[in-house]
């Protein structure tokens, strides 16, 4: 396992030469990340934790064992193929499995690439690439499977899990969702603005999972964002934003379409306060933010995933935990203020996978911290220790000698047996020294 997690590391060191663009080249250095911290404490991750024993084992000792937990499947998505594709099977190596990929038939050219790489240069006896679409999915699917992982949307997951539960094989899903931006007043604004514009569309255009979603923000502050969102976004991406080299385009057609039909309906397109230009040719959509949207839209009421972002105002920037809260459970949830008693109440009453104060996204690159839903947005979590754990069972092993071998445990069952058994599970000292003087009752 240690040789193909350094075969990992020195194929993404030759290939981070060749990328071009800001997201592949994150991608690459994200993976090699992965990679040295697994090779660098796996062997303190594969240890066994001791744990402690009551006074109902006594004299024992125990300990918790990590074992593989033997054929995993990775279904992998197109938006981040390389990243979503290899950093669970670097866990997944770690705890020992093998591994069966199948990345994304939307990224086809990644696909390949990953099935020529890994054959050429990792073990086949413990992972395979298998490439295709709908059939091939659907063929590993029928198989059984100690665990699956699912990176996507949600309908497809409640397909994989449909299938999983057949062989009632464990999953990990990791979803999406509407992910919501709070922004306080009183705040550095330009700061804000930018780190925002850097989670939405500095990755990937808006088509990533933590991408922010839509902002909430009061009425009296909306007009000062969106005159920082125009300067902003006209410094980093130019007068004309489609001719940028910056801004990814659209993965294929079909999402170019669903992006316009939100972007089109008649309570939206009017909403329009910056961007809406579009190429169809080459698949691109500008940088669009849109002011006080229909909450009963299209674009309110669907992941957008892609480069449209919508402002809704408030009154008090305390009504936003109302309304985040009044949907579903998000992967990620996003909040600018300076005020210590309202990070601590988004922090108590927003639910989601993760939240991030006073930036975007950056919580992705931290290992030390899970990454992975809740609800709608997913289960299970992965990322640094955590991936080797959502690959491992957690075995847990209880040693004790011949010694100490108490008859109290064997019938006859008389009431002073009874007495001290119920007082030893209680793990009470005290409730033991009444039962040996027979001064409780059974």
Not at 71 to 84: D, E, K, R, T
Not at 96 to 121: D, F, H, R
Not at 221 to 245: H, I, R, T
Not at 253 to 269: G, I, M, P, T, Y
Request: hydrophobic share 45%.
């Amino acid at each position: 396992m240690r040789d193909t997690l350094e075969i990992l590391v020195e194929r993404s060191s030759i290939y981070d030469m060749q990328t071009v663009g800001f997201s592949l080249t994150e991608m690459i250095a994200m993976l090699k990340n992965s990679c040295k911290l697994a090779l660098k404490k796996m062997k303190h991750w594969m240890m066994p934790e001791k744990a402690k024993t009551s006074l109902a084992t006594f004299p024992s000792s125990a300990e918790i064992v990590s074992e593989p937990l033997g054929v995993v499947l990775v279904i992998s998505a197109w938006n981040y193929p390389f990243l979503l594709s290899l950093d669970p099977v670097i866990g997944a190596i770690a705890a020992g499995n093998a591994i069966v990929l199948k990345p994304s038939e939307i990224s086809p050219a990644t696909a390949s690439l990953l099935a020529k790489l890994v054959a050429n240069y990792m073990d086949s006896s413990c992972i395979k690439v298998v490439e295709g679409a709908v059939p091939e999915t659907t063929a590993l699917l029928e198989q059984k499977w100690d665990k699956i992982m699912y990176t996507g949307n949600g309908r497809i997951a409640r397909i994989v899990m449909a299938a999983a539960a057949k062989h009632l094989t464990p999953v990990v899903l990791e979803l999406g969702g509407k992910c919501p931006v709070i922004v306080d007043s009183g705040i550095n604004l330009q700061v804000a603005t930018r780190r925002i514009i850097a989670g939405k569309w500095g990755c990937n255009n808006g088509q990533a999972c933590i991408s922010p979603d839509y902002i909430i923000t009061t009425k009296d502050y909306a007009v000062e964002l969106v005159d920082s969102f125009k300067c902003e976004l006209e410094l980093f991406y130019g007068k004309n934003p489609l001719e940028s080299k910056d801004l990814s385009r659209v993965v294929n057609s079909n999402h170019f379409a669903r992006l316009l039909k939100l972007l089109d309906e008649d309570k939206v397109s009017s909403k329009i306060v910056y961007g809406g230009e579009r190429d169809k040719s080459n698949l691109k959509i500008a940088p669009t933010i849109l002011l006080d949207v229909p909450q009963d839209s299209l674009i309110m009421n669907e992941e957008i995933f892609g480069p449209l972002l919508p402002i809704i105002t408030i009154d008090k920037v305390e009504d936003s935990f109302d309304l985040i809260t009044s949907g579903t459970k998000p992967l990620a949830a996003y909040m600018f203020t300076n005020n210590k008693k309202l990070k601590e109440k988004f922090v108590e009453k927003v639910s989601a996978g993760g939240l991030v104060i006073n930036d975007t996204t950056v919580h992705l690159a931290e290992p030390t911290l899970p990454f992975g839903g809740v609800g709608d947005s997913g289960m299970g979590a992965y990322h640094g220790k955590f991936s080797f754990d959502t690959f491992s069972h957690k075995k847990a092993v209880l040693y004790r000698s011949f010694a100490g071998d108490a008859s109290l445990r064997y019938p006859p069952y008389t009431n002073g047996k009874l007495r001290l058994l119920k007082a030893l599970l209680g793990g009470s000292i005290l409730g033991i020294i009444r039962a040996l003087m027979g001064w409780s009752k059974a």
